[in-house]
């Protein structure tokens, strides 16, 4: 992998991976704001059809630019401990006002166990993995974590599919959890509510892992992989599917 590629009004890219220059020009080219969307994605691509490629030297470094990227959003941060702690605090209390029996506990438990579970799921399976994170933050009313990349990019292909799969579980179980919640209260207004709800969670799951995986990569403009777990797992199984072809 010797080929360049010339970003216009940046750094030239060297592709060649067990170099610093590559990863090193795309970190430039953030700082002088001549960065392209595109040139962190390629470098991707390349290390990991490099399996000379020496993760463990360059992991500050790639979690570093993968932060600077990732704050070009302007998500507001917070600690991963205390948001972390904080999401087993509340779906702990989501839990509890669940089974208290009574239709209003059954409702708000739900939708503080929903807000709680994707996350939780998802960060605690990480942790076991051996992902680690480098803080929280609020995408829109949902706390997400944001992980240290090198860490996602030593995980082996079936890692990061169930990683990502453990992601979609969330939500829907919270739904399925509060709907026979409300059907034990005797609320068949609650338990249709919270039913179609959880119908409505599953079918966005199983519908974005579907259409990841037929390769229809953008829904209104929005790249899915970004916004759902479902469809990173199915595209992480589409790039294992043609590693090993």
């Not at 490629?53 to 470094?61: G, M, T």
């Not at 990502?164 to 829907?172: E, K, N, V």
Request: proline share 2%.
């Amino acid at each position: 992998m010797a080929t360049n590629h010339t970003q216009s009004g940046g750094d030239t890219l060297a592709t060649d991976v067990n170099s610093d220059g590559a990863l090193a020009a795309i970190e430039r080219n953030l700082a002088d704001g001549s960065y392209r969307v595109g040139e962190w994605q390629r470098w991707l691509a390349a290390i990991e059809q490099d399996p000379t490629f020496n993760l463990s030297a360059s992991a500050e470094q790639v979690d570093r630019v993968s932060n600077q990227l990732h704050r070009r959003n302007g998500f507001r941060e917070f600690s991963f401990d205390t948001v972390w702690c904080g999401q087993w605090l509340l779906a702990i209390a989501g839990l509890t006002a669940m089974v208290t029996g009574s239709v209003t506990g059954v409702v708000i438990g739900t939708g503080l166990l929903a807000l709680a579970a994707q996350p939780l799921i998802k960060s605690s399976v990480g942790l076991l993995l051996g992902v680690r994170y480098a803080y929280a933050y609020l995408w829109y009313v949902e706390p997400r974590f944001k992980m240290r990349y090198s860490t996602y990019l030593g995980l082996s292909s079936n890692a990061r599919i169930g990683l990502h799969l453990a992601g979609s579980l969330g939500t829907p179980a919270a739904l399925l959890a509060g709907c026979l919640c409300a059907d034990s209260a005797e609320s068949t207004l609650w338990t249709v509510v919270i039913g179609l709800a959880f119908a409505g969670a599953t079918a966005l799951q199983v519908g974005a892992f579907v259409a990841e995986s037929l390769d229809v990569r953008h829904v209104a403009g929005f790249r899915l992989a970004n916004l759902t777990s479902p469809a990173t797992a199915a595209r992480e199984l589409r790039k294992a599917r043609q590693t090993s072809r």
